[in-house]
């Protein structure tokens, strides 16, 4: 079952642009999480909000938390080439019997052009 | 040097057979995941294990099996009855359940 709906599907930037990638989920949740996965490899855990947090910054990386409306969204600030790749939210549902079992979005795949 | 592995990083099987595919950690964490990706899709949860000796199925458990006889190893076997087997297979732990979940760099499954 997908809760985390991303959009957009696709982002194409310039170098130095902001990015910003939104996720949507369904049920309420323990924390949420955004990972990176660069083409044809595993996933890089990028942030983990909780529940009862609003906003957090790691880097040029800023994710805000709306429970109210179920969304989240991450920000990558002054973008570089290298940042290209794939993002997927995952949500660990509340109800999901305290496993942290994660539910992934279908993710967002961000180009940067140099 | 810590980290999670995975083995091999391709393979390649005819319709019918069992296959096996590796996941060891020496991060010394308790959860381990298996998740199997689609091309252009999300992760899909197959089977995780909390604690040695102890594991539950995921969201697409169907044809597959898993052990955990030990803290360090997850092992994965895509039987001949999961349909469409073809896929990338990631593992992943975490040293609790309400952690991040840290990656293998995945396999390439092929059948044909």
């Known amino acids: 079952s997908q809760q985390g709906e991303e959009d957009p599907q696709a982002l194409s930037i310039q170098e130095g642009e902001n990015a910003t990638m939104n996720c949507s989920y369904k049920?309420?949740?323990?924390?949420l999480q955004w990972y990176r996965q660069n083409s044809g490899r595993g996933l890089v855990h990028l942030i983990l909000?909780?529940?009862?947090?609003r906003e957090k910054h790691s880097g040029r990386l800023r994710v805000t938390l709306d429970t109210s409306k179920k969304s989240s969204s991450l920000l990558i600030t002054a973008s570089r080439a290298a940042d290209t790749a794939s993002y997927f939210c995952?949500?660990?549902?509340?109800?999901?019997?305290?496993?942290?079992?994660?539910?992934f979005g279908q993710g967002t795949t961000l180009q940067v052009k140099p | 040097d810590g980290g999670i592995t995975q083995s091999p990083k391709y393979l390649f099987r005819k319709e019918g057979q069992n296959v096996t595919l590796s996941c060891e950690q020496n991060?010394?964490?308790?959860?381990m995941y298996w998740y199997r990706q689609d091309p252009g899709q999300g992760l899909r949860l197959i089977y995780y294990?909390?604690?040695?000796?102890?594991?539950q199925k995921g969201d697409i458990a169907e044809g597959y099996s898993v052990s955990r006889e030990k803290k360090e190893s997850f092992p994965l076997t895509v039987t001949s009855a999961q349909k469409n087997p073809t896929a990338f297979y990631l593992c992943?732990?975490?040293?609790?359940?309400?952690?991040?979940?840290?990656f293998g760099p995945g396999t390439r499954l092929t059948v044909t």
């Open positions: 992943a732990s975490s040293p609790r359940k309400d952690r991040e979940q840290y």
């Open positions: 049920t309420s949740i323990n924390n």
């Open positions: 909000i909780r529940s009862n947090e």
């Open positions: 995952a949500t660990d549902a509340v109800g999901s019997g305290n496993t942290g079992k994660l539910i």
């Open positions: 991060l010394n964490h308790d959860a």
């Open positions: 294990s909390q604690i040695v000796n102890d594991f």
